[in-house]
């Protein structure tokens, strides 16, 4: 599967974006799926994972009650809504597809990864 994320750009403090991540190929349908990201000199990090039902999600502790993960499964997209950006979110936002059916939060059970788009929060 290819994965292509987008929506990434410069906000405040605050503020909410939405990132978007588009694939192709027909096993988006067949697969758990993940926002990580990367911050300068930094490792990348879990961000949320959505099983392939959408039934069971998992957030990484700084976001959770501020993003939201969802998949649309007929559009082959999935989709992470940011709210209440703070500064400490600036990093490369990267989609991944996992090689499991099950929510997952380890980065080594996803195969598949988009190009990121960058996030940069301004205080």
């Known amino acids: 599967v290819q994965l292509q994320a987008s929506g990434g750009g410069l906000v405040q403090a605050g503020d909410s974006l939405r990132l978007s991540c588009t694939a192709s190929?027909?096993?988006?349908?067949?697969?758990?799926m993940g926002w990580f990201r990367q911050a300068p000199g930094q490792e990348r990090e879990f961000v949320a994972a959505i099983s392939l039902s959408g039934s069971s999600i998992r957030y990484a502790e700084p976001v959770k009650g501020r993003f939201t993960i969802s998949r649309d499964n007929a559009k082959n997209t999935m989709y992470l809504q940011m709210n209440g950006l703070k500064p400490e979110d600036t990093a490369i936002y990267y989609c991944a597809a996992a090689n499991t059916l099950d929510v997952t939060t380890i980065r080594t059970q996803y195969d598949s990864w988009g190009q990121g788009t960058q996030l940069t929060v301004s205080s």
């Open positions: 190929g027909r096993t988006f349908s067949s697969r758990a």
